[in-house]
Every structure is written in C-alpha cells, then in structure tokens.
C-alpha cells in the first residue's frame, strides 16, 4: 500500500506561485514514479509532471515547461510541485499519484492523493 497526502493549495492572482507538497509512504516499488495530475472543472484530468524517484528524471507537459518545477526530498519522503507564472487556466484541483512508471496516463497509477485545490484568477 502507498499512502499520499497532498498539501500546499490556495487561491493566487494570476503572474503568484504556489508550492504543491505530496507526503509519500508505504510500498517503494509503487511509488517508484510520483506524478502531479490536475483536473479543471469539468475537466478530465492530466498529468502536469512527473518525476522517477530513484534516478530524479522529471517530464513536463508543455504547458507546464518553464513555469512549474517538480522535485523531490527524499529524505522526507515528498515531492513537490512549484507553480510560478499561475495563469488562470492552471485552476483546478490537484493530485499526487504514484506508480510503478512514469506515463501520462491516469491508468498507469495504481495510488492517488485525495487532491489540494489550487485557483489562479485574473
């Protein structure tokens, strides 16, 4: 079992940062990959970034390139999501997944967080 607790959301003007926290515990295997996935309202949801804990290798979608940075504390057992440039399009709730690979995919995750809301306005 994997155990994830986001934390960190809030509401900002649009051109703020946030800084997205994902608390990980249980099975190593299974959270070899932690992904931050995002879904708008009445949105689906997509992968925003990942990250492969054991060698730090992190992909981005291009939205996200340049404004958000993914990283990982592995001594406390978190990974984190900073948000600079928050346009309002980033709006939505936000969760931590984990997994065996890193996809884009929400199948390929087999754990998720309950989510943290993050609102952007203009």
């Known amino acids: 079992q994997v155990q994830l607790v986001e934390s960190g959301g809030g509401s900002v003007r649009a051109g703020g940062s946030l800084i997205l926290s994902c608390a990980t515990s249980?099975?190593?295997?299974?959270?070899?990959?932690v992904a931050w996935f995002r879904q708008a309202p009445g949105g689906e949801r997509e992968g925003v970034a990942s990250?492969?804990?054991?060698?730090?290798?992190?992909v981005y979608i291009d939205s996200a390139r340049g404004r958000f940075s993914i990283f990982q504390n592995k001594e406390k057992n978190s990974v984190y999501l900073q948000m600079d440039s928050l346009k309002p399009e980033d709006t939505g709730m936000y969760y931590c997944?984990?997994?065996?690979?890193?996809?884009?995919?929400?199948?390929?995750?087999?754990?998720w967080g309950r989510g943290t809301h993050v609102n952007v306005s203009s």
């Open positions: 997944a984990a997994g065996g690979g890193c996809t884009r995919y929400t199948v390929d995750y087999s754990y």
């Open positions: 990250i492969y804990r054991a060698g730090g290798t992190t």
């Open positions: 249980g099975n190593t295997y299974a959270r070899n990959c």
